[in-house]
């Protein structure tokens, strides 16, 4: 079952090393996208860069704001 949906989605991860900037440990790199990956080490979302080399930068997400709760 999980064979099909890899091919109706299109989804085809690669791996990749590198040196994540969150942690800076050389790591593997999983794409989720084509130029978004994940550390395999730490779990940071990062996107690539190329500007004459490959950079990783960290994914910035905005904060989330959780309703308050009365008690």
Same mark, same amino acid.
């Given at each position: ?35 978004? @990956? ?17 950079? @990783? ?15």
């Amino acid at each position: 079952m999980s064979n099909n949906f890899f091919k109706e989605s299109n989804f085809s991860p690669e791996i990749t090393q590198g040196i994540c900037p969150t942690c800076n440990i050389p790591t593997m790199l999983v794409s989720m996208t084509r130029d978004h @990956y994940r550390c395999v080490t730490c779990g940071s979302d990062l996107e690539q860069k190329v500007n004459g080399v490959i950079k @990783y930068m960290p994914i910035e997400r905005p904060a989330r704001n959780h309703p308050k709760t009365n008690g």
